[in-house]
């Protein structure tokens, strides 16, 4: 029962114009879907029979074409053509659609299929709703078949992590049903966009699988502790666990929670899914899965195998004999990562992240080569407008670069037909009381330089009729979103850094280790988003802001896991070097099966989606993960033996007891 959004402008904020004019818009005209279609050759007269059998259709409101200003039906020679052209030339007539629901409608969607029946091969269908159509139908296709791969890809990393054949199989039934519960509980929220719904699956696993692991490692010590005892070693294994997963859950509650500061509010709705997600993974690692365990303890004990990770205590002596070289290393890479981070390119036309192939990009490839028809930007304006003043202001914006055409109320039923004559059907389309509409289509492309300017030069225009009139559509909100990301980017930023510097603080209770981990991660964080501008790859404008704050939040546990076990080394009274290959050596199996944990279950998402939207956020994530692993694994120790000195004296519980070796 819960709802899912595939209309990324209405998370737009509600204080701009765009997100404004909208909700006035709905309120007087309601927000139905709207499509365009093109229909090929075809004459005046078959455009007119198409027409009327497409009006006829359940769920479609109103069709506007040219046959409410010319009579089709007396010929093409007695009709001039060029009067017409923005709506039939070369045997090709254009007309906008209207339909009774919203563009994610169940009934809008059944109108297009029976509209594409009817128009067959003849039919370009383009607009939002044709696109919401277009994303259902393709996500819908893909996401059992990206979930299946992502489950086999989990399962071979957990073989490699775990020492009984049947445990991943356990440990993936209890991530599903963390799974289903925050699916679920997603019902108390409404509505989520589409990219929550099956971004958060993907996510959720890959964050669960590590408490799994906790647990079974820690049950496995417990039962030589205790001699057998099961239950009491299930029970001191539940407590440890507890400790240690919500340490390592916290930091990523909190960069989820960071997104809920974004002004575009998909941010919010992405960060508090995903917040509850590894909250109730949590909650199913420490109640459902030892209750599993102890259940099928026999079955599992069959399937023992041995430890398939190899020891890593000759890589740690040398990643620390030879910390000097990373060090170089990272001076040398941390100019071009920021560099690249700082200009990697983004894109904000929805459209653009839909396969290149599907049957809507081609038809609006199709129908803007014929009508140089882009994007369609409507006006709400006062509907006590003088006729002569709404004309005007047609022709104006007529003649701003772009515009293929404008139309209002007049333009369509011809001002010499007085208005009090005409059926209430015709009127309300575009008219009530206090507001009347008007439709401007443009032949340049939402997000684009040349559709902004022109934005801002109709806008002007509609300011000089009508103070309080509005201009609203794809192109408008996206423009609005442009300037909101900007600015979300940076706040969310300093909110995840601030937050998570801060837990570190207070769970290592060091006020220098804080900035050195951070700075790791954020140098794995350069890098990744980095890649992309050295590719020649432009992202989707939300994958940059999300995977920023995902990143850190997620992978910065690797290097609390290893800084953690280096404090107390040094508190044992080990020398800096020691206690560096000591903390290397015991967490680089760890942080290798966390990072291909999350890896496996993005990668293979990233590999397959056809949505670029979906594939961009999870290749970003899967090369986040190893990053950072190999940023914890190779830059880390280098920084500890580095600053070591300004680590003593700005950490509590790091003064050794007593020196045992240098």
């Known amino acids: 029962f819960v ?96 339909f009774e629901e919203e563009s994610d409608s169940p009934r809008t969607e059944r109108a297009i299929d029976e509209m594409k029946a009817i128009t067959g091969d003849k039919g370009c269908y383009v607009g939002m709703a044709v696109q919401n159509k277009s994303l259902i139908e393709t996500t819908a296709k893909e996401m059992g078949r990206i979930l299946v ?47 929550t719904d099956n971004v958060a699956i993907i996510l959720q696993l890959a964050t669960s699988m590590d408490y799994s692991i906790f647990l079974w490692h820690s049950y496995s010590e417990e039962k030589i502790n205790f001699n057998g005892d099961k239950k009491e070693a299930m029970a001191h294994a539940i407590a440890n666990t507890i400790t240690s997963v919500v340490g390592s859950s916290i930091t990523t509650i909190a960069g989820f929670i960071a997104l809920c500061f974004m002004s575009f509010t998909l941010g919010w709705d992405l960060g508090i899914v995903m917040a509850k997600g590894v909250l109730l993974g949590v909650i199913c690692c420490v109640t459902i899965l030892p209750s599993l365990i102890l259940i099928l303890d026999r079955p599992l004990e069959k399937t023992m195998h041995r430890a398939l990770l190899p020891n890593m205590s000759g890589l740690a002596k040398f990643i620390t004999k030879h910390a000097w070289v990373f060090l170089a290393v990272f001076l040398v890479l941390v100019g071009p990562a920021l560099y690249g981070y700082s200009n990697t390119k983004m894109y904000y036309d929805f459209s653009e992240s839909l396969p290149q192939d599907l049957d809507y990009v081609i038809a609006n490839t199709k129908l803007k080569d014929h009508f140089d028809i882009s994007t369609t930007h409507m006006i709400l304006a006062d509907s006590k407008m003088a006729a002569k003043d709404a004309q005007a202001m047609m022709k104006e914006i007529d003649q701003v670069d772009g515009v293929s055409y404008a139309l209002g109320f007049h333009s369509v039923v011809g001002s010499a037909v007085p208005e009090e004559i005409l059926p209430p059907s015709v009127t309300e389309l575009l008219k009530n009381d206090q ?55 940076s706040v969310v930023n300093i909110i995840s850094i601030i937050s998570i510097f801060i837990i570190i603080a207070l769970v290592l209770r060091s006020v220098s280790l804080p900035v050195i981990l951070v700075a790791v991660i954020e140098f794995a964080v350069f890098i990744n988003l980095g890649i992309p501008f050295y590719t020649n790859v432009s992202l989707p404008f939300v994958a940059p802001i999300c995977i920023s704050t995902i990143q850190l939040g997620a992978t910065v546990d690797y290097a609390i896991l290893m800084t953690t076990r280096y404090k107390r080394e040094r508190f044992q009274g080990r020398g800096k070097k020691e206690a560096v290959t000591i903390a290397l050596s015991t967490s680089i199996s760890s942080i290798l099966v966390s990072a291909l944990g999350f890896f496996a279950a993005t990668f293979g998402v990233g590999l397959y989606s056809n949505i670029d939207m979906i594939s961009s956020m999870c290749n970003l994530m899967a090369r986040g993960a190893i990053v950072s692993m190999l940023s914890v694994v190779f830059i880390l120790p280098a920084m500890l033996l580095l600053f070591d000195p300004v680590i003593g004296k700005t950490t509590l519980g790091f003064r050794p007891k007593k020196k045992i070796s240098q």
């Open 3 to 98: 709802n899912v959004n595939y209309d990324l402008t209405k998370y737009v904020p509600s204080y701009t114009q765009s997100s404004q004019g909208l909700d006035k818009m709905k309120e007087e005209f309601g927000y139905p879907g709207t499509a365009r279609l093109m229909i090929k050759d075809v004459s005046l007269y078959e455009a007119k029979k198409y027409k009327d059998q497409l009006a006829a259709v359940d769920g479609v409101d109103q069709i506007l074409w040219c046959d409410t200003k010319v009579n089709v039906y007396a010929g093409e020679d007695f009709v001039n053509l060029d009067d017409i052209k923005d709506y039939y030339k070369d045997g090709c007539a254009v007309m906008d659609i209207t």
């Open 149 to 195: 791969v992502a489950v086999i890809m989990i399962l071979a990393v957990l073989c490699l992590a775990t020492t009984a054949w049947t445990e991943p199989i356990l440990f993936m039934l209890v991530m599903g049903v963390a799974v289903l519960l925050n699916k679920g509980t997603n019902i108390f929220l409404g509505t989520i966009s589409f990219l």
């Open 435 to 489: 507001y009347q509409l008007f439709l401007v289509n443009s032949e340049y492309a939402v997000a684009s330089d040349q559709v902004n300017h022109q934005i801002t030069e109709i806008n002007g225009i509609l300011k000089k009729y009508d103070p309080n009139g509005m201009l609203i559509g794809e192109a408008p909100c996206t423009k609005d979103l442009i300037q909101v990301t900007n600015h979300d980017f």
